[in-house]
């Protein structure tokens, strides 16, 4: 059978997936060192599997012959152990756990945080004066959720850049084993320094929430769980927002009869950011499932048990049988549909946050820089090297504020 290799430059993602779903039900696909998985890519497929009891997310109990921290490149999407990476019963007690500190009403409380960094950051823009060229990825888009998230889980400022710095580079997916080694323990260590340094100094912080309960009696996370709790929730919550404001952004700016409708209506805010999603999932796909019984799609074409399945989130919504014109950017789409939090039981919880980032962040920048426009053809923007994260790595623009 025909394997496909997955094009880890991150400029073939969306081509890639369109080949991959006309290819069948699921194909089979070679990612870094030489891993062989089902890809899924067709919406249909991708939802119900997501939803299959015969398809695991624990490599532990489902992967045959698999060995911890064998492959570098997997060691934050599969040797962590968090409710990223487990079923049943252990994922719920993980996810309760978690809960406790992630809850919907300490989120929307971040608001008026956010609303001071969005604020801080445009001021500086402003400095530039009309008319200058930044890149809003370094100026804006990435800083809004980094602040974020370092704020929302205590990260001190001495720390930061290191920590910024290994979670961007866990979505590299072009790195050899040396590079994803290095990646992976630096990874660790920026996780045990923040660890370290908030047994000595707590506060209101989410890493000092979650100490707590590692420390108090009863059901509580190992050293092991928070450690990759706090890979999972620090890399998720700030890299899914990066992508999505700067995706809108271009979006908009080569769009501007949808600028001026949003503009007119702010509640239209709403169907940018769901639209920019759809079209340009932050993440395309997730390592790793894994079959724990034989799984007959039809067509031919059966996944045995312990094969490895990579499931293809972000080709959902660009399913033409899900959303049709999938290449159009349309806010006045109907019954627009997306998996770029995920589905089912394992949904992202910071899926709230990502979106309470964005709508604050985009108006805000647009009623500062209405003119804004893209310094380079949308074509020439370079892509994240990934085949999992959907990003660009600058997004060149002139700053064109009325002055009138």
Same mark, same amino acid.
């Given at each position: ?9 991150g ?38 599997l ?16 698999y060995?911890?921290f064998a ?6 999407w ?33 608001? #008026? %945080? $956010?609303? =001071?960094?969005?604020? !801080?950051?445009? &001021?500086?823009m @402003? ?21 974020v998230?370092?704020?929302?889980f ?7 850049p ?7 580079s ?19 260590r ?7 340094y908030?047994r ?5 912080d ?22 990759s ?7 998720a ?11 809108a ?10 600028? #001026? %409708? $949003?503009? =007119?209506?702010?509640? !239209?805010?709403? &169907?940018?950011i @769901? ?19 034989d ?10 048990k ?25 806010i ?6 997306h ?7 394992h ?17 805000a920048?647009f009623?500062?820089?209405?003119r ?13 090297s ?19």
């Amino acid at each position: 059978m025909t394997v496909t290799v997955l094009d880890t430059t991150g400029t073939q993602l969306y081509e890639q997936a369109d080949h991959l779903r006309a290819a069948g039900p699921a194909t089979r696909v070679e990612m870094p060192a030489g891993l062989v998985a089902w890809s899924v890519t067709r919406g249909e497929v991708v939802t119900r599997l997501l939803v299959d009891p015969r398809v695991s997310k624990d490599a532990r109990k489902t992967w045959p012959g698999y060995r911890p921290f064998a492959i570098p490149w997997l060691a934050a999407w599969v040797d962590v152990i968090s409710m990223f990476t487990t079923d049943g019963d252990d994922h719920l007690r993980l996810k309760n756990l978690v809960g406790r500190a992630f809850t919907a009403r300490r989120i929307e409380a971040m608001g #008026t %945080a $956010v609303e =001071a960094i969005v604020t !801080r950051l445009l &001021d500086q823009m @402003e400095t530039h004066g009309p008319g200058a060229r930044i890149d809003l990825r370094t100026a804006f888009s990435y800083p809004v959720p980094t602040g974020v998230i370092c704020d929302l889980f205590g990260v001190p400022e001495e720390q930061r850049p290191q920590m910024l710095d290994v979670i961007d580079s866990v979505l590299d997916s072009s790195a050899d084993d040396d590079r994803a080694t290095e990646i992976r323990d630096a990874m660790y260590r920026a996780m045990h320094t923040l660890m370290a340094y908030k047994r000595d100094q707590p506060g209101e912080d989410l890493t000092s929430v979650l100490l707590d309960t590692q420390q108090s009696g009863g059901d509580r996370l190992s050293e092991d769980e928070l450690v990759s709790t706090l890979i999972l929730m620090i890399g998720a919550g700030s890299e899914t927002a990066v992508s999505l404001i700067n995706h809108a952004v271009v979006e908009l700016a080569e769009h501007p009869d949808q600028l #001026t %409708a $949003v503009l =007119a209506d702010p509640k !239209r805010w709403d &169907d940018v950011i @769901e639209e920019t999603l759809r079209k340009h999932p932050p993440i395309m796909h997730l390592p790793l499932r894994y079959a724990n019984d034989d799984i007959d799609l039809g067509e031919n074409l059966t996944i045995r048990k312990g094969d490895l399945i990579l499931i293809g989130f972000g080709a959902h919504g660009r399913d033409p049988d899900v959303n049709p014109a999938p290449d159009q950017f349309d806010i006045d789409r109907e019954d627009r549909r997306h998996l770029a939090f995920g589905y089912g039981i394992h949904f992202c919880l910071g899926a709230a946050l990502a979106r309470l980032e964005a709508r604050i962040a985009l108006p805000a920048l647009f009623e500062r820089f209405p003119r804004l426009r893209l310094a380079t053809r949308p074509s020439e923007l370079q892509p994240q090297s990934s085949f999992i994260g959907n990003d660009y790595l600058s997004v060149p623009v002139e700053l064109t504020p009325d002055m009138a």
